[in-house]
C-alpha cells in the first residue's frame, strides 16, 4: 500500500468520518481495521491494515474504527477508476 495520502485521519474505537468523494477516491487502512459503509449500498465493509477500496466520483462513505484505533488514509485524484465502488 501506498503511504501517499491526502488526508489521514486517526479514529478510536467507536470514532468514525465521513467521506464525500467529488472524484476518484481511495480509502485504505494504515493502520487497525476500519468499518465502512457506503451511501445508498446496505453492505458493511472492512478494511484490515493494508486493505483499500475506491470510491466513484459522488459516492459518500462513512468510516469507522472497529474495536481498536484505527488511522484512515485518504488520497483523491486519482485518474485511474479501476476497481471504483458505484
Known amino acids: 500500500m501506498s503511504t501517499q495520502c491526502t488526508a489521514m485521519r486517526h479514529l478510536r474505537p467507536g470514532q ?3 467521506i464525500q468523494a467529488d ?3 481511495r480509502l485504505a487502512a494504515a493502520r487497525g481495521t476500519l468499518w465502512v459503509t457506503l ?3 446496505r453492505r458493511d465493509l472492512l ?3 493494508g486493505e ?3 470510491l466513484a466520483p459522488g459516492t459518500g462513505a462513512v468510516a ?3 474495536r481498536r484505533e484505527a488511522t484512515l488514509c485518504v488520497r483523491a485524484g486519482l485518474h485511474s ?3 471504483v465502488a458505484a
Open 39 to 41: 451511501d445508498h449500498d
Open 16 to 18: 468514525s468520518a465521513r
Open 23 to 25: 472524484e476518484a477516491t
Open 52 to 54: 483499500s477500496l475506491w
Open 64 to 66: 469507522g474504527a472497529l
Open 81 to 83: 477508476q479501476e476497481g
Open 47 to 49: 478494511l484490515a491494515p
